[in-house]
């Protein structure tokens, strides 16, 4: 792993730059006060928990949640240095199957699962 150019990735990572479906947006808005340890192992490698590469969200629940199924996260390096844990009851593992990823360097790429959040969509914005 690489810390100090995976930090670099997600601090050059615009908003922008990640999905703006409204599934994804949710998961962006609650991660971080839904899983606080989660994001806490995350930033110990170097990410940023609100940045996923993939989300991978189910269609919400009726009851007012939404399951993310493995919600993954780039890192760059070697696989060498990193431990799958457990934190939180969310396993932190590697993905064994991801879309492609835009980057020439070398890297891996981690998942989360479970994830169960709040389903709250944003009204759209009033102009
Ligand atoms: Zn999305």
Redesign the pocket.
Known sequence: MDLKRTKAYYAALEPDEL???A??QNYMRQIRSAYPQVAKALEALGISVEKPFE?M?LAPNGDGTIFYLGPQYLVLGSREGFQATQVSGVSIDFADSHPPVPLEEEHFVIELSLIRLPWREESPSVP
């Open positions: 999905c703006p479906c599934r994804c989300a969200p």
